[in-house]
């Protein structure tokens, strides 16, 4: 609880601090200064810990925990990555905890310790302490450090489990991490790589341009010039030539792939044995004059964030117009691509002016103010994919549901039939995560997919909106009726509040709303607990009885009855 008047937070927070210097003062006492080392890695290791990681430990365990992570880095191959897991208190007695420690170690480089966490997250481990200094270690030739040795920055990442993990998830999360800084070290060195092709991509397509207007080419060409302007963290690129052969084939130009997609594995758009081979309605999408396509990934990003990679795709045209490949970048939306307005970038500042526009709404109208805000607001990833007609109609259903507490679902299909995105509305009162997951699990079946992401967005409005991305199994998509989702949806969040509405409706009919107004909020919850809105129903009937026909008066009123499977001498009463 944080309580504004005294500040609980912060007194907290203070005992934090003094704690963790107590610890300090054991810790350092411990270390000692016989070993110079030693004592400034110490300095170096919890100089920028916070509080909370420091009193996670005894004093006597802090300094047995940085002898041991210091031992392990005691040789390194620079450019290579160290991994070591271990149980500290099999290997000092000064370590009494029950934990399994990760130490890795590596060339200090961005996007090490965001894409080790969320690694470890994706293999199911709960991070009960970190550390991550950033130290210069001076080694030699073979890594073996070295006081008069060739100094670098090393990042330095120490992360705690409770309890000790099993051998086997041991391997995986070592060989997983292992992966995933080989792939941070391939992404960071081709990244000014990536950004030469991306302006020479952008020189080709005003070299060789397709057959649209100049107005569109433009804003294509000014949506580049955005990404490389720190709104688009890449991670791979990779080339392809364009054969109209049969059904056509986009096939990857040997030796071409940069960051991730260097290795020749790694599958941009599709999962399958025959990546080259397009169906009809793709190569149709190619073969159209628009010159990018902006989509996600088939592949998760194991670089920065743990999320389907943003993958933009720039046809490549002869001198005639005519498409002859294809260069693919795939990497992350930068989080400050997610806090502009649309009218700010390229492409969506486009689109979202056409909607507006064909919509029909005066700009200055409450329905033209409401409709921009929807499109200000409008998840961004789905923004960069939806059509302009598809937009158009999921945005003016938003605006028609305006402010009514009801169930609402847009759908949009992926056009390589990849995935399903949903845009589920639902009362906000009735917003949990355990709805969220029902939900996410009604759409998956719908559709024979898995559930792959879900993003809820609380306001201030009646209504919560929450994007449902549902990855799709193989085989032919089932047809989904909407309004059967929207009841299936309606079903599986209805309530108890829900059920006595209904049989106020049965039994009150016109006069519903103001008998429902007044017992609203009249049963707690135990009784919510042991009595059906049925049972309700017949109980504001007799308490209308009573306050009707006894007017302020004090009569009593008894209700008796019994269960079916109550005793045979039993007898249940009401007043």
């Not at 016989?34 to 006597?60: C, K, M, N, W």
């Not at 997250?121 to 008069?148: E, M």
């Not at 060789?208 to 949506?223: C, H, K, Q, S, T």
């Not at 998956?444 to 991305?469: C, Q, V, W």
């Amino acid at each position: 609880m944080i309580e504004t008047a005294h500040g609980t937070a912060p007194d907290e927070a203070r005992l934090d601090a003094a704690e963790a210097a107590a610890h300090l003062a054991v810790s350092t006492r411990l270390i000692g200064a016989g070993d110079p080392e030693l004592a400034s890695f110490f300095t170096s290791f919890t100089r920028y810990a916070s509080p909370e990681d420091l009193i996670h430990y005894t004093g006597a365990e802090l300094a047995a925990l940085v002898k041991l992570v210091f031992a392990r880095m005691a040789r390194r191959n620079p450019g290579a990555s160290l991994v070591d897991i271990f149980a500290p208190y099999s290997e000092d007695p000064g370590f009494a905890r029950d934990e399994t420690i990760i130490v890795a170690v590596n060339d200090d480089i961005p996007f090490l310790y965001d894409s080790c966490t969320a690694e470890i997250r994706a293999q199911g481990f709960r991070i009960a302490a970190a550390f991550h200094p950033v130290i210069a270690t001076a080694r030699d030739a073979a890594g073996a450090r070295k006081a008069n040795g060739t100094a670098l920055k090393e990042s330095v990442m120490v992360l705690a489990f409770d309890g000790e993990v099993d051998k086997t998830l041991v391997e995986g999360l070592r060989s997983g991490l292992l992966k995933i800084f080989a792939d941070v070290r391939a992404a960071v060195r081709d990244w000014k790589p990536m950004l030469v092709r991306l302006a020479e991509t952008a020189a080709g397509l005003k070299r060789n341009p397709p057959p649209v207007d100049a107005e569109e080419l433009a804003e294509n060409l000014a949506f580049l010039e955005w990404l490389a302007a720190d709104y688009f963290t890449f991670l791979g690129c990779r080339d392809y030539v364009f054969s109209s052969d049969g059904d056509g084939r986009l096939d990857p130009v040997p030796s071409s792939g940069l960051g991730l997609l260097a290795n020749p594995e790694m599958r941009v758009v599709r999962r399958g044995t025959d990546r080259s081979k397009l169906t009809p309605d793709v190569r149709d999408f190619l073969t159209q004059p628009a010159p990018l396509i902006i989509t996600k990934s088939a592949l998760r990003s194991t670089v920065h964030r743990h999320v389907h990679m943003d993958y933009v795709g720039v046809k490549i045209f002869d001198t005639k117009g005519k498409l002859i490949g294809e260069r693919r970048f795939v990497g992350l939306f930068t989080s400050t691509a997610y806090s502009q307005l649309p009218a700010s970038i390229p492409l969506l500042r486009r689109k979202t002016a056409q909607v507006l526009a064909a919509s029909g709404l005066p700009a200055a109208s409450h329905d033209g103010k409401s409709l921009q805000h929807i499109l200000d607001t409008f998840p961004r990833d789905e923004l960069f994919q939806i059509s302009e007609n598809e937009l158009l109609a999921t945005a003016l259903g938003i605006l028609n549901l305006g402010e009514r507490p009801k169930v609402r679902v847009f759908l949009r299909f992926d056009r390589f039939d990849r995935y399903v995105s949903a845009l589920v509305y639902v009362p906000r009162e009735r917003y949990s995560g355990a709805v969220r997951e029902k939900i996410h699990g009604i759409l998956a079946r719908a559709f024979n997919g898995r559930k792959s992401a879900a993003t809820p967005m609380l306001d201030d409005e009646a209504l919560a909106r929450i994007h449902y991305i549902v990855g799709r199994n193989p085989g032919v998509r089932p047809e989904a009726d909407v309004k059967e989702l929207e009841n299936e949806i309606r079903a599986a969040i209805r309530n108890w509040d829900d059920g006595l509405a209904d049989a106020m409706r049965r039994e009150y009919a016109e006069t519903t709303s103001s008998v429902a107004r007044r017992y609203a909020n009249a049963f707690p919850a135990g009784y919510r607990e042991r009595f059906t809105p049925e049972e309700a129903v017949e109980d504001i009937g007799r308490i209308d009885a009573v306050l009707k026909g006894n007017g302020a008066g004090g009569a009593l009123t008894a209700h008796a009855y019994g269960h079916l499977d109550d005793a045979a001498d039993a007898v249940r009463l009401k007043l």
